[in-house]
């Protein structure tokens, strides 16, 4: 594993299970209702609901979901370690996906890739290989870059996916102005 | 902050908008009472004075293929349900639109979600179908958001929930969003992905979850587009469909170009409408200044790749009804399922991925090689090691490391992908490779000998 700037969830001193509100556990209870036949279709909304609460998914998450749905933590573990949407430490409050497929490629994403991590102060050869693991994370939290595949935007390429925003057609040029935006 | 307001060109000539015929409409907002002053829930009002089993004979009638990428007839797979099995069906709507080259499904979600609600309600009556998902990639949060609230309103106004439209008949519609992995696409593997479960694709058979589906229960999967279809076929009714198609081919087809043309996008064409070189040259606009064309992928990232310089020898009806052989280039190669096939290649979900003289070939594997490596989802060893190995090979051949055997290994390492897997996704990724090393040997050979 390459070393990244994000904490160390071994480290860290909360269990995010501990800061679980009754506002959340309500929140969890009413996605539940969507699977009338079984609850453990619910494992993949509720991985979503608790990295968009707590940034990522820690031991602990893994625990509450599990026994949540009456399931074994390796129920949710294997999800968490398949899917690369779900990381096991926290990313930049600012996450910049940029698409690595054919089409962007042909348009330029590699450069675009750097020219964000430049933008933003990440080196842009770092290394990042999933498994949980946050992508490379500016040292003042603010953002994070990674590649992902195919965005399904080719005709606008090149793309990125920032937070929950599609930025297309991006050039080299436009990228400090994309950037001031989530500053 | 929100997505961009969508403005989409007005139509080529030889365009026919009907999926997007709203999306086009300047100022059509994805309200659902925008969509009702443009006709919505017609359909479906039309839909519940029928018996279900005429719908699914318009749909038939129709000649509607899948717009997902296997093409399989839409009215023959939801003929498999049976109706009085006293089973509960569903249906599962795919949106985990990520096959590269493809984007249309993006903009159906995120600009017209009631075309999408309305053909699924519709789906759901025809097939006795009280329980349905609509599964979005989670790189749409966006369009998530968007359908959720669609459902809403349309669950506010009777079309969705109990007793719809006061006909006694009831369904549930709920989004479902995936969590960024490729494979979740393949039908059998999404459905794991609802149940919980690591999305390993299935064991066939049985071929059709409207055998064994969700739950282990009759289960219709169809692609955003084609349940789309499905309220368009009622309205126009399935003979003026299918007359837009092709014999077994009806409907319009939503083409997205990307790649090396002047004007990229996505163009709603009547399938076998167009020629590749119609489809590139006049309605894309061409190539840029000075650029000749080298390659085009046809049917998104996994469908074979076709030279420019190529001459297919194929079969077609004569005018006294035999087959006989013809030759045709390469741009002359019409866009529909069967021609393409009948060139070896594949209409699949119709991204045609264009390349020019500037592309090297060994790049453009490359990149889609580690597009595989990367999902794969390492149930069958084959794929799981062979998109690896294949991937490994070209970056090394690139980095300067060529060796001699690279593009026999290459060869070897694919044929023995495809039909050793579970799924379809062994094919898709051994006929990048098998394709690009048989159109362009000598691209393979120099860069293997480079030293």
Redesign the interface.
């Known amino acids: 594993m390459t070393a990244t700037t994000a904490a160390d969830p071994k480290a860290a001193t909360t269990r995010q299970a501990d800061q679980v509100t009754p506002e959340f556990e309500a929140a969890i209870d009413e996605i539940v209702t969507?699977?009338?036949?079984?609850k453990?279709?619910?494992?993949?909304?509720l991985?979503?609901y608790w990295q968009n609460t707590f940034g990522s998914v820690d031991d602990s998450g893994i625990e509450w979901i599990a026994a949540r749905?009456e399931l074994q933590p390796i129920?949710i573990y294997?999800?968490v370690t398949?899917?690369?949407?779900?990381r096991r430490e926290a990313a930049g409050k600012t996450i910049i996906?940029v698409c690595?497929?054919?089409?962007c490629?042909?348009a330029g994403s590699y450069e675009v890739k750097e020219k964000f991590c430049s933008a933003v102060g990440l080196d842009p050869l770092a290394e990042h290989h999933g498994f949980g693991e946050a992508p490379p994370t500016s040292a003042d939290g603010k953002f994070s870059v990674e590649f992902?595949?195919?965005?399904?935007?080719?005709?606008?390429?090149p793309v990125a996916?920032i937070n929950?925003?599609?930025h297309?057609k991006i050039t080299p040029e436009s990228i400090p102005g994309i950037v001031g935006?989530y500053q | 902050m929100t997505a961009q307001p969508f403005v989409m060109p007005p139509p080529h000539p030889k365009e026919r908008r009907i999926i997007f015929e709203n999306i086009s409409q300047p100022g059509y907002d994805p309200s659902i009472d925008t969509f009702i002053k443009h006709g919505g829930y017609e359909s479906l009002k039309k839909a519940l004075t029928m018996k279900p089993v005429e719908i699914i004979d318009a749909v038939k009638a129709s000649n509607l293929r899948g717009r997902g990428g296997a093409g399989f007839p839409c009215g023959v797979k939801w003929s498999f349900i049976k109706h009085d099995d006293g089973k509960p069906h569903y249906i599962v709507v795919n949106g985990d639109e990520s096959e590269p080259g493809t984007f249309k499904d993006r903009y159906i979600l995120h600009y017209d979600p009631h075309q999408l609600i309305e053909g699924l309600v519709i789906s759901a009556y025809a097939t006795n179908t009280h329980l349905s998902y609509i599964y979005i990639r989670c790189e749409f949060p966006e369009a998530a958001g968007i359908v959720w609230n669609a459902i809403e309103e349309a669950k506010a106004r009777g079309f969705v929930g109990k007793n719809i439209l006061g006909s006694g008949f009831d369904c549930d519609i709920y989004v479902h969003q995936g969590a960024g992995a490729y494979i979740c696409g393949e039908e059998t593997s999404l459905l794991e992905s609802l149940e919980g479960k690591r999305p390993y694709p299935r064991i066939k058979p049985p071929y059709f979850p409207a055998v064994l589906g969700l739950y282990m229960k009759p289960t219709i999967v169809n692609n955003v587009e084609t349940i789309c279809h499905v309220k368009h076929i009622l309205r126009l009714g399935p003979e003026e469909y299918a007359k837009m198609g092709t014999p077994g081919d009806g409907g319009t087809r939503t083409m997205c170009v990307s790649g090396d043309v002047v004007k990229p996008g996505f163009y709603e064409l009547p399938a076998g409408a167009v020629t590749l070189g119609e489809l590139i040259f006049d309605i894309c606009g061409g190539l840029k200044p000075g650029r000749k064309l080298k390659a085009v992928i046809p049917g998104g990232s996994s469908a074979k790749v076709l030279r420019a310089e190529e001459i297919f020898k194929v079969k077609v009806k004569g005018a006294d009804g035999q087959m006989v052989d013809k030759e045709i280039k390469m741009l002359d190669v019409v866009m529909d399922a069967a021609t393409l096939g009948s060139v070896g290649s594949m209409i699949g979900s119709a991204g045609v991925i264009v390349m020019d003289d500037t592309r090297e070939m060994v790049w453009a594997l490359n990149n889609l090689n580690q597009f595989y490596a990367h999902e794969s989802c390492g149930q069958c060893t084959p794929c799981r090691e062979g998109s690896l190995w294949m991937s490994k090979i070209t970056t090394r051949m690139l980095d300067g490391g060529g060796q001699g055997a690279d593009p026999k290994t290459l060869q070897n390492v694919a044929d023995n992908i495809a039909g050793r897997t579970v799924c379809a996704f062994g094919e898709a990724c051994a006929w990048p490779t098998q394709s690009f090393l048989a159109k362009f040997p000598e691209e393979f050979e120099a860069v293997a000998a480079e030293k």
């Open positions: 969507h699977y009338p036949v079984s453990r279709s619910a494992s993949l909304p991985l979503h749905l129920n294997e999800l398949f899917y690369p949407w779900f996906r690595r497929t054919l089409a490629a042909m992902v595949e195919c965005l399904a935007s080719c005709g606008s390429a996916l929950n925003t599609l297309e935006q």
